[in-house]
């Protein structure tokens, strides 16, 4: 999640407060940012949200080059 990581530097935001906005855990937070844990329409909006921007703002990129 390219985008997601770039974004959440560029406000310098760390793994733990974006979990905290979230209401998740840092490692869940880390493991979707990383690939690690698939990402829910849900979580997607809640991200988004986060940012005051639309999901495909943000993932549309990252889910139209996925191989």
């Not at 979707?32 to 999901?55: C, G, Q, T």
């Amino acid at each position: 999640m390219k985008k997601l990581k770039e974004l959440r530097k560029e406000n310098k935001f760390s793994c733990e407060l974006m979990a905290k906005k979230l209401n998740i855990t840092k490692p869940f937070y880390w493991q979707i940012e990383n690939r690690k844990r698939r990402l829910s329409y849900d979580m997607a909006i809640r991200i988004a949200e986060v940012f005051k921007m639309k999901p495909d703002d943000i993932f549309y990129d990252d889910f139209k080059n996925k191989d």
